[in-house]
């Protein structure tokens, strides 16, 4: 299968840094040990085995284990239809690493995004700022131990903040590692 | 043509001269060409649209022109999220628009957050600007907007104009008798 | 008799170059120029920085995020069922498409997405492809009424309140329709609801024509958008534009065709694409892409297996009581299933932990989502890759060169929706 080989011939490449391919649901996922070295294996992946399209770069907040980033890449094979993902985990002390704006432009507002959502730096990107929320603000929302309901800020051009009326409600999510059902507080005992 | 009740005006019986005071006058002007301002935000603005459009026809209320520039619209219907970042431009705009203006909260949305309770999303638009007429749905019907277009249609047709006006040329010191 | 003579009509970039040519003995400051949240032509709360040199646009540098509203992290405090209703404001010119597409993402997670019942998945190809027409469309009205052609716009209105009528009677909504649930849909077609679709066909492809002969080879229309921010194939895959961006820029690449999903492979349509890039394309291939959804909703509602009014009792719903709720008969006489209704509704649907990835083909592009999930029934992290939000990346690129007029023209061809973009 296309990808599989792809999977393998990056393993080759780059020996020990690429983990043994993992398939789950007919996709396959490769870990990368070192997150500095991604820019080089996605130029590898995108000249070489034919992965010129980017399809989206997420990130994952691992909160309460160490590496506490997960950032993961989609790629696409448009000829072969086929698509490969390249996870890489980032520590919270660096928070930081290369950007792929050399590889491939869509990866400008993505990694925007991320850093805008999670607060992980991209080295080499030319305009690292907040694209859906307001220059200024002082949190980063998508990670696990910021509520849902907000913080309040004071940012003077922009209108006050508040916190959204749900405080202790139903839908507040506890930061946490565990999995789901153990962070819905309806399925726990009340305190 | 005899019609079965006489409803409003007709001009058989009472001829072509009407005699009536003048803020009945000038609120009947003002309440049958309230132009919208759409602040279309979000997917009530497609419902809005559709308000616009030949179904619904919001025209034949009066409010043809959706006029997209503050100081030449009346109503603001805020149709939409308000999200933080947009919610000071909201304000600027309903600032820009000339007295009098009123404000349609269409939609969950606008009038409390909706379903959207998170840190992004102002509750209510009514926490910065004021609002005559919340209607609710996700999106509402394009029937219960036009319903609180003539909910704000009757609050206008009461309004004492005239004494208003002497108000503010008593307060700005004009020589109005 | 007058004589014959050549006419040199030089394309919009020689035209623009001369334009730049004369411009650059004149002393001059640039002015930036804010083209603000609020504005009639762009689409929704997008904001748009421009600096001009004159009429020349020197560089374009668009600011969104006006309507985010946090669905990310919504997603991760809510049970997948409870999503859905999420899921139709992100397009909300589809939302029937986005709710076929996040479903199927969930059941790709559950390992489902291919084991549907196949009146299911009848069902939902037709719901995607009237989202299609739908938002097709309206794109098409608005890119018009920007432009000037407000004719169009109460047109192709009048067909969009046909598509409310039958989304009205298959849902129960007009508009945000969340109509498809984990392993099946809501209910199934009603009765009727056939016969209503297939006069609607008629009448769309009958508005489609009108609209085509007042655009298509329309002097004024043609001038405006042809040779207009053409996008080269290379740009179109480096910045990840997907749909009938990319498909006008020349690469034949849909979703349906190439990675097929529900039944589009027993489905016969084309793909059209286009050949230069310009605005003029990405509109032709959106008005193709609509009589293309009109013959899919015709082969479906003749393929669907149980006909239309479903006389043959073919199930619409996966066949398992831990993914789907149960009929209520059951639930309220038999142990297991109301153990089954009691799981779902409080927990969840139970999903297994791993990581998916799924794309489908929305009007606008691909819509993906990225779902990490640790077991139980709310994920661990879901990311929405918008069509819309990488579609705009492409501005920056774009914009300089062209005037002022120009840049309603090009937002209009890109066709995005901010709901989608900001999420």
Redesign the interface.
Known sequence: MFTLDSAHQLKAKFGDLISEPAE??G?I?VKLADAEQIAEVCGFAKMKLGF?????I????NYGEDPRWTV?Y?LRN?TN?A?L?IKTDVSEEKSELPSVLGV???S???ER?IYD?MGIRFRGHPDLR?????EGYPYF??RKD??????PTNVP???F??I???EG?P???LPSSG???S??P??RNPE | MQTQSEIGYNSKIEGDVVITRIDAALAWFQKNSVWPMPMGLACCGIELMAVGASRFDISRFGSEVMRFSPRQSDCMIVAGTVT??M??FV?RIYDQMLAPKWVIAMGACAST?GMY???????GVD??IPVDVYVSGCPPRPEAVLDALIKIQNQIGKEPILSKLNLVAKLTGSSKS | MAAVQDIEIPDSAARNALAVDELQDMQGEKMVLNMGPSHPATHGVLRIVLELDGELITKAEPD??YL?R?D???A???TYTQFIPYTDRLDYLAPLANNVAYTLAVE??L?IHDKLPPRCQYIRVMCAELARISAHLLGLGAFAMDMGAVTVFLLIFTEREKVYNLAESLTGARFTTSYTRIGGVMRDLPPGWADQCRKFLEEVVITINEVETLLTRNRIWVDRIRDLAVISKA?A????LSGPNLRGSG?E?DLRR??PYLCYKDLDFDIPTGSTGDCYDRYLVRMEEMRQSVRIIHQCLEKIPGGADNLSNEPVNVDDGKIILPPKEKVMTRMEELIHQFMLV???VNCP?????F?HENPKG?L?F?I?S????????M?I?APS??N??IIP?IFPGCMLSDTVAILGSLDFVMGEC??
């Open positions: 789950f649901r996709e996922t010129e399209y980017l399809v989206d997420s990130s994952v907040d993961v989609d448009l239809n698509e993902r491939w432009a869509t400008n507002w993505h995004e959502m907040r694209i859906l929320m307001w929302p998508l910021f509520p849902l309901a907000g913080k051009e922009v209108a903040t508040e959204s009326p749900m409600g839908f507040v999510t999995d789901a059902v962070r819905e309806r399925v | 933080y970042k919610a000071g304000k957050g309770r998170s840190y992004a999303v102002l509750q926490h910065i | 969104v995020g985010h946090g990310e992290k919504i991760e405090s809510m790709k997670l390992g740009d895959i480096s910045y990840g690469i690449y190439n990675q409080t927990e969840g932990p791993g990581e998916i990835y794309g691909e993906g990225y990490n640790k077991g139980g029934g709310t994920p661990y992290r990311k890759r939000f990488v705009l990346s690129k900001d999420r």
